[in-house]
């Protein structure tokens, strides 16, 4: 182990912890109404996953990396003071297994948030569940030969759907400075959600293939997998 990576574990441990104890709300019981906080200052935070999953690992950094950059993408999702809005999110990501139809999952009650140093608006859901049977780690359905759906045009269990799953729900948790949802909720819609993820995928194509020049898009890919909030 590279004295990077055990910085970087020792940094998500103490974060994820730090995220916990600052925000009850997601380490308790949680009603089912919306509640609002303002945070007086940015909390980095991480999570075991990332410790434990190397393919989750390496999709949180690629995501990070063009988040942290100066490009179309990381505009897009208001720059780098986003970054510590889409560590939170990844705080809270946990694995699961659940229907292939379905990529990753944000649910249960919501925590509306204000950063008052950068004056960013967001929420964080009760629950971020990655499903291990879906498109971010399979490319064919269980006992199948045939392939799962894609995301936006890519194909499955690639690096550039990974990282394009992960800005969608991003996308789902900031707010625009005009108050609205950067992509609105499309949990109960397919077709909304993959014009959601084609959205994504216009603005930041150019850095996501950067990433897996040796991984092709999709050609003749089944239909989009459902995103849902």
Not at 19 to 41: F, H, Q, Y
Not at 123 to 134: A, H, I, M, Q, S
Not at 196 to 212: A, R, T
Request: hydrophobic content about 35%; charged content about 25%; some cysteine.
């Amino acid at each position: 182990m590279t004295t990077r990576e055990i910085l970087f574990g020792l940094a998500l441990l103490s974060v994820a912890v730090n995220t916990m104890a600052a925000n009850p709300l997601l380490a308790g019981d949680i009603n089912s109404e919306s509640k609002s906080v303002t945070r007086e200052g940015g909390r980095g935070s991480g999570l075991p996953l990332a410790l434990e999953d190397n393919i989750f690992n390496s999709a949180y950094h690629d995501a990070l990396t063009i988040l942290s950059g100066s490009n179309r993408c990381s505009e897009f999702f208001g720059g780098r003071a986003t970054v510590d809005i889409f560590n939170q999110m990844i705080a809270i990501t946990r694995k699961d297994f659940f229907s292939e139809k379905i990529g990753i999952r944000m649910w249960g009650a919501t925590v509306n948030i204000l950063n008052a140093p950068t004056n960013r608006r967001y929420r964080l859901f009760e629950k971020v569940d990655l499903n291990g049977n879906g498109p971010f780690y399979r490319s064919k359905y269980s006992g199948s030969d045939r392939l799962l759906p894609g995301v936006g045009t890519y194909q499955p269990a690639t690096k550039e759907v990974r990282v394009l799953m992960l800005l969608h729900e991003l996308g789902h948790t900031v707010k625009t400075d005009e108050g609205k949802w950067l992509l609105p909720n499309d949990g109960e819609d397919e077709e909304l959600s993959r014009r959601n993820s084609m959205k994504v995928e216009q603005v930041c194509g150019e850095e996501i293939s950067k990433l897996g020049q040796s991984e092709g898009k999709a050609e003749a890919a089944p239909p989009a997998a459902e995103v849902s909030h």
